[in-house]
């Protein structure tokens, strides 16, 4: 059964930086491209960033593009979003997906999410 | 970058009715969309890919058509356990981006 479990969502202040995590387990993961998807309180879905199999290309919202940076290390099955400059407006639930379909362009499974909270 | 619209932003129906959700997209992304559905407090989950193709183990009272700009998402037959919010998704443009609609919240009447 594929898994995927996020960490490292905390309160932080506006201008700072956090990483998050996913660990990944039940496919072979450096078969495929993953994805962060965020979710704002109450709101919609949001796309943030796409990282290839082998990390050889990465792509980002342009919400995100210059502060966020996404990576992963296939030897120990997990994703990572780096996110600085932090604003209020990246409040949000960060789920990790699987990318799916011949280009890896679209979600499944998920996690749960991560919660961030972006506040002084 | 491509727009997703996609109506009614909410809706209640009965059991066993009919329900439909349409997405519009901004520009042609010919069937590269995706359907999926969001209990509540859950993550989303994957129901329609490529416009039309019902995921494994997805009941078939879901449907989904459509190409170009175009697409409609059907429940043939609303069940209590279709509660939820369900987005569309575009995946035609990356770089640019991969793009969602705002979501339909379905309830029960």
């Known amino acids: 059964e594929v898994q995927l479990v996020e960490s490292g969502g905390v309160v932080v202040q506006p201008g700072g930086s956090l990483r998050l995590s996913c660990a990944a387990s039940?496919?072979?993961?450096?078969?495929?491209?993953m994805h962060w998807v965020r979710q704002a309180p109450g709101k919609g879905l949001e796309w943030v960033s796409l990282?290839?199999?082998?990390?050889?290309?990465?792509y980002y919202a342009d919400s995100v593009k210059g502060r966020f940076t996404i990576s992963r290390d296939n030897s120990k099955n997990s994703l990572y979003l780096q996110m600085n400059s932090l604003r209020a407006e990246d409040t949000a639930l960060y789920y990790c997906?699987?990318?799916?379909?011949?280009?890896?362009?679209?979600?499944?499974?998920w996690g749960q999410g991560t919660l961030v909270t972006v506040s002084s | 970058d491509i727009q997703m619209t996609q109506s009614p932003s909410s809706l209640s129906a009965s059991v066993g009715d009919r329900v439909t959700i349409t997405c519009q997209a901004s520009?042609?992304?010919?069937?590269?969309l995706n359907w999926y559905q969001q209990k509540p407090g859950k993550a989303p989950k994957l129901l329609i890919y490529?416009?039309?193709n019902l995921e494994t183990g997805v009941p078939s009272r879901f449907s989904g058509s459509g190409s170009g700009t175009d697409f409609t998402f059907t429940i043939s037959s609303l069940q209590p356990e279709d509660i939820a919010t369900y987005y569309c998704?575009?995946?035609?443009?990356?770089?640019?981006?991969?793009?969602f609609g705002g979501g339909t919240k379905v309830e029960i009447k």
């Open positions: 997906a699987k990318g799916a379909g011949a280009e890896g362009n679209w979600f499944d499974p």
């Open positions: 039940g496919f072979t993961f450096d078969d495929y491209a």
């Open positions: 990282i290839s199999w082998d990390g050889g290309s990465t």
């Open positions: 520009q042609d992304i010919s069937n590269y």
């Open positions: 490529d416009a039309s």
């Open positions: 998704q575009q995946y035609d443009n990356l770089p640019a981006g991969l793009t």
